[in-house]
């Protein structure tokens, strides 16, 4: 501390060695002498009165001070807390010196060996006690020794003015604090704002801790985060947490309450807190979305899923690598999250991949042999399958080959999409059906082996005809959708497209537009190669229609030549029908094909004679070419010449020269030469 300005002295007494000044005392002697004979009012009475007068400079701040410190740690020492509160606030003093006596603060903020300024003449006034605690037994044992039996540290008496004693002190740390809070240095404001936060967690002042740590930054996290997770101030050091951008520890503190290992009654819904913080940061923090969201997933399936399908992202190698890595966790932890990841990766992200096509088929079959193993399930799927076939039946039966054709029913997957009622059976039967149709890549052999051996093969005659086409079985595939399940539709369906069961159009009609999609896209898995070909146009409807001769079905035999004449030849068609079937079956299709052979002959007349007109056109347009080159034009003599042979004349000889010349020299004329040859096929119908 710097000299204090020493009041001036009128009266000096000179000696022979010596010159004495008869002077007032200073405030500080006088206040030291008073605290000595334990004066403490006094004392506080004085530093009043020096205090209220004029300004005071900064020797005199300092004085006072000085003052007040000596006075607070006096009442200190006597374990008179509340009282030396106001004088530690007014004395200034550095809250490390005040906090190092309680050992719940001092721990996790104060080093070993770590030192504070105070004024000279302080120290001897601090008490030489290591923290409170000893300072509250020193009083009892020597205010109370040896009046509490059996001894003053064990006695209930004293152990209850133990306790008393403990929180005055603590009411009295955290009036000091909360007055230096925002003053002083850097580190004197972590340890004032740390050790107020350590206090409030303690005394479970949940509103006091949350305010407190909203308007501070300077609190020393590592020092408060296990006080708070040990207090239950969960929700407090997720507010800290987010306050210094730690969201990632954020999240670990969720987990932890997700799991049990913290609890905290203010954080109501910590699931649901992880996901709206998640959801904040799509399209800007993928890595935290990839560390979370499979864990999510497992908690909640629909919220995780929608989660992670909801990040878009670019279609490049290491995004698919990612995906393969949270597919491959999903079916770790949560298998019905991982079908519908799958499904997604497969049908919105457009993975054509083989691998992933066989998992998601593979998913789709055991989706659906589980749902049959519900026995009202099965037996609804057994009476739909009869109630089809019978009234198909019916129809063909009633209908004599010579009355006039009927338009056929609706498709059997028509029929059960709109009959059955809407379940998770249902849904789970369409989309089988759709990834055997639209994916590749998986074995259909084996897929088929899976249905018989599972004994639901009649029932799922739909998808064992997809099958049967998918291994090159055509035949027993149109025999069975033909024949077994009475279904022309998807049979004329099949034969006409080259193979496939399950159109684009009635996906549609399904309510499944996202399965819609894949299969309209184009080049996508469900564009089967077959359909590229000729193949699905001719011999495959041939082959439908021998299926429908062998079966003896007049009226559908009838009626798909009828609408598939353009696609079948009449030489063919004629041997395979019976010889007791009645012309009247076979008259619409001849008269069709008769008259598309006669179309087409017309067609190539006319097209011959338009091609002899142009070729005369041009011949017209050169000769006045070649005859102002000097090209001699004659006409073939039919008699013969003196030599006995036919006059022979080549009338382009030596002419190509001279003709490539002209051109040269003249502009682009609007003359073309044409030399077309049309080729007309003449059909010989026998």
Not at 232 to 257: F, Q, T
Not at 311 to 321: I, V
Not at 496 to 512: D, F, N
């Amino acid at each position: 501390m710097r000299h204090s300005s020493f009041p001036r002295s009128s009266i000096l007494v000179y000696g022979q060695h010596t010159i004495h000044s008869l002077v007032q005392s200073t405030v500080i002697a006088q206040v030291e002498a008073l605290l000595e004979n334990n004066r403490i009012e006094d004392a506080a009475d004085l530093t009043k009165t020096f205090a209220s007068g004029q300004t005071l400079d900064s020797d005199e701040v300092e004085t006072l001070e000085y003052i007040h410190q000596s006075i607070a740690f006096a009442l200190f020492s006597q374990t008179r807390f509340v009282e030396a509160a106001p004088h530690f606030l007014a004395g200034a003093l550095d809250p490390r010196v005040l906090v190092s006596y309680f050992p719940e603060l001092s721990r996790p903020l104060l080093a070993d060996g770590e030192e504070a300024e105070v004024y000279d003449g302080i120290s001897k006034r601090m008490p030489i006690e290591a923290n409170v605690d000893d300072l509250i037994a020193a009083n009892l044992v020597r205010n109370y020794s040896p009046h509490l039996p059996p001894s003053t540290r064990e006695a209930p008496a004293a152990q209850e003015i133990h306790k008393i004693l403990r929180e005055e002190a603590i009411v009295m740390i955290k009036s000091v604090l909360q007055g230096f809070k925002g003053q002083g240095k850097y580190k004197q404001q972590e340890v004032t704002d740390t050790a107020l936060a350590i206090l409030f967690a303690r005394s479970g002042d949940t509103t006091s801790l949350i305010s407190h740590l909203e308007s501070t930054n300077s609190a020393s996290l590592s020092a408060v985060e296990p006080v708070l997770l040990e207090a239950g101030e969960v929700g407090a050091l997720c507010a800290l947490l987010r306050a210094r951008g730690d969201e990632g520890r954020v999240m670990e503190i969720w987990k932890g309450l997700v799991e049990g290992r913290y609890s905290d009654p203010s954080v109501t819904d910590p699931l649901s807190n992880m996901f709206a913080l998640l959801e904040s940061k799509q399209g800007k923090d993928r890595a935290m979305l990839r560390k979370w969201g499979v864990w999510l997933t497992v908690r909640d399936s629909e919220r995780g899923l929608m989660l992670l399908m909801s990040t878009k992202r670019p279609t490049k190698e290491k995004d698919r690598e990612e995906d393969l890595t949270i597919l491959s966790e999903l079916q770790q932890l949560d298998p019905n999250a991982a079908r519908k990841y799958l499904e997604w990766l497969v049908i919105v992200r457009r993975r054509d991949d083989a691998e992933l096509h066989a998992q998601l088929v593979q998913g789709c079959i055991d989706e659906l042999l589980e749902c049959l193993q519900d026995e009202s399930t099965l037996k609804l799927w057994r009476a739909k399958f009869a109630s089809y076939t019978s009234q198909s039946s019916q129809k063909y039966i009633t209908s004599p080959p010579s009355t006039q054709l009927q338009r056929p029913q609706s498709s059997f997957l028509t029929y059960f999409v709109s009959t059955a009622p809407d379940s998770p059976s249902k849904r789970a039967r369409l989309k089988a059906l759709f990834a055997l149709q639209a994916l590749s890549g998986y074995n259909a052999e084996m897929v088929k082996s899976q249905i018989v051996a599972s004994g639901f093969d009649k029932v799922l005659g739909l998808e064992m005809a997809l099958l049967n086409g998918k291994m090159g079985m055509h035949r027993m595939a149109l025999r069975a959708l033909a024949l077994t399940l009475r279904d022309p539709v998807s049979a004329e369906t099949y034969a006409r497209t080259g193979g496939i069961v399950v159109p684009s159009k009635a996906v549609e009609a399904c309510g499944m537009s996202e399965w819609g999609a894949l299969f309209a896209a184009k080049g996508g898995p469900g564009i089967l190669e077959r359909e590229k070909t000729s193949e699905g146009k001719g011999e495959l409807v041939r082959m439908l229609l021998e299926v429908y001769m062998e079966d003896g079905e007049p009226q559908q035999t009838t009626r798909l030549l009828r609408s598939q004449a353009a696609n079948l030849d009449a030489v063919d068609i004629i041997p395979l029908v019976p010889p007791d079937w009645p012309l009247s079956s076979l008259s619409s299709f001849l008269t069709h094909s008769f008259r598309r052979t006669l179309h087409a002959k017309h067609e190539g007349q006319t097209i011959k004679a338009i091609c002899a007109a142009q070729n005369s056109k041009v011949f017209e347009s050169s000769y006045l070419v070649f005859r102002e080159q000097g090209a001699i034009i004659e006409e073939a003599d039919d008699e013969e010449d003196g030599d006995g042979d036919l006059e022979s004349f080549d009338e382009k000889d030596g002419l190509a020269e001279k003709i490539a010349l002209h051109l040269q020299d003249q502009q682009p004329s609007d003359t073309s030469v044409a030399d077309v040859r049309p080729r007309v096929e003449e059909v010989d119908v026998r």
